[in-house]
């Protein structure tokens, strides 16, 4: 009698005692790290207990005035932490690094003090955005993929400009961490159009632009080939030849042209265009230039062909340039020669009229006709030298 009425007074008691707080939705990211909040009233000979429901397993515990890991699971050891200057003041919250899929799930906190207990039931959901997606070209086909996402991403295809054959179905696979891959291919894709390639999972959503194919020519001197710009600010830039080695990459701040390009290459680091000097036909061939941003990655090819000046080399193309400046000279020193004789043969002709007439008027028109002669003896103003001496000067500046 007396034994039975303990036992329902210790029910009661125990009933009244403990709060059950509802259950909180606690969004994280995975691999990242994670707070499960949890506050109880404080009091004397604490005791907190993390549990993880669906598991029963241990994931932390307190008393006595500190960790007790003993009974911790494996699967939590050295991912777990409470805040130690914040225990006396009630916050039993549980640090969680490193959280995984496999973490999801509801826990509960449970905390103990000479006053009362409290249950917190938190419910702990994962997710694995979508980081990155990528888009390649093989033989005939343009692949696009993405990994490392959680829940079950989706992927859609679009073109620029829009067509109707544009519903490739994806795979999706799963690892064991249980997150999800997915990819999807494009065959015979059209020369014409741009295939733009959108994963969505995990809360976010990325794209990937594969643009159409294009060709410049470009000379030995040097070209410029132009790649994009996004809407919002680049993360990252890398341009590659011939779809295997990297000639730039940009990330952040840091800048890196590769060893073999630093003399083909003029640096910039506003432009996302490639501009590109001393060529010659071994430059020649297939220019990718990726970029990415928060939200999208485009990625562009271009091919060059590289025109070579007939006898090839920068040697002939130097020689034509000083064949072509003697040429000038020549063209020059033949035309003075030519204006020379005859404005001399002109002056015999006048010098003899004047010393038969001798008239004022015709010195005049003489004066006239020589301020009317071609620009290359012409000087104007006060210097009203000899012809000999106009064309000195005029030599002298030319060459
Ligand atoms: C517990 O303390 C941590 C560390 O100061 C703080 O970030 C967290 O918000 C607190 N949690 C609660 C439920 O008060
Ligand atoms: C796609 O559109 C073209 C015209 O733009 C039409 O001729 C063709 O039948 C369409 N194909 C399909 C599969 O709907
Ligand atoms: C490049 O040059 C080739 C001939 O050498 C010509 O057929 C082609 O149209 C040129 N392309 C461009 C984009 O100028
Ligand atoms: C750029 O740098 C960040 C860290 O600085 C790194 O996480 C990321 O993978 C890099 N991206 C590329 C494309 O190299
Ligand atoms: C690059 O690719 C082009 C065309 O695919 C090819 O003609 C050229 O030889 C390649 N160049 C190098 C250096 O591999």
Redesign the pocket.
């Known amino acids: 009698m007396f034994a039975c009425g303990r036992v329902v007074f210790l029910v009661v008691v125990t009933f009244l005692r403990t709060v059950q707080a509802s259950t909180d939705a606690v969004p994280c990211v995975a691999m990242e790290t994670c ?1 499960l ?3 109880f009233s404080p009091g004397g000979d604490l005791v907190v207990h993390w549990i993880q429901e669906k598991t029963k397993h241990n994931v932390h515990s307190f008393y006595h005035d500190r960790n007790q890991l003993g009974a911790q699971d494996p699967s939590f050891r050295g991912r777990t932490a409470l ?1 130690q200057d ?1 225990i006396a003041g009630g ?1 039993a ?1 549980l640090r969680l690094t490193g959280v995984t899929i496999q973490d999801q799930g509801l826990y509960k906190c449970y905390t103990g003090t000479n006053e009362r207990t409290m249950e917190v039931f938190i419910h702990l959901q994962v997710n694995a955005p979508v980081r990155r997606v990528d888009i390649q070209q093989a033989e005939d086909s343009i692949t696009c993929s993405s990994e490392g996402i959680y829940p079950q991403p989706g992927l859609t295809w679009s073109t620029r400009p829009p067509s109707n054959r544009s519903l490739w179905s994806p795979t999706v696979q799963q690892t064991a961490q249980q997150l999800f891959s997915i990819s999807s291919s494009v065959p015979n894709p059209a020369a014409d159009l741009d295939y733009i390639c959108t994963v969505s999972g995990g809360g976010t959503k990325r794209t990937a632009t594969w643009a159409r194919p294009t060709s410049i020519n470009g000379s030995e001197s040097g070209t410029t080939i132009p790649c994009a710009s996004l809407p919002a600010p680049h993360t990252s830039l890398t341009w590659r030849f011939n779809h295997s080695h990297t000639i730039l990459k940009q990330n952040g701040s840091s800048y890196k042209v590769s060893d073999g390009w630093t003399q083909h290459v003029e640096i910039s680091t506003e432009s996302t265009d490639l501009t590109l000097k001393d060529l010659s036909s071994a430059q020649e061939g297939i220019y990718t230039c990726e970029l990415s941003n928060s939200e999208e990655t485009y990625v562009a090819n271009t091919f060059l062909r590289v025109q070579t000046s007939p006898g090839s080399g920068s040697n002939a193309a130097g020689s034509i340039a000083v064949a072509a400046v003697i040429l000038s000279l020549v063209v020059l020193v033949v035309v003075f020669i030519f204006i020379r004789n005859k404005k001399k043969k002109k002056e015999k002709e006048k010098e003899q009229e004047q010393e038969t007439t001798g008239s004022p008027e015709e010195k005049e028109s003489m004066n006239r006709e020589k301020e009317d002669n071609p620009p290359e003896t012409q000087q104007d103003g006060e210097d009203e030298g000899t012809p000999e001496a106009n064309e000195g000067t005029s030599v002298s500046t030319e060459a």
């Open positions: 707070l909040p949890c506050r805040f914040q916050n919250s």
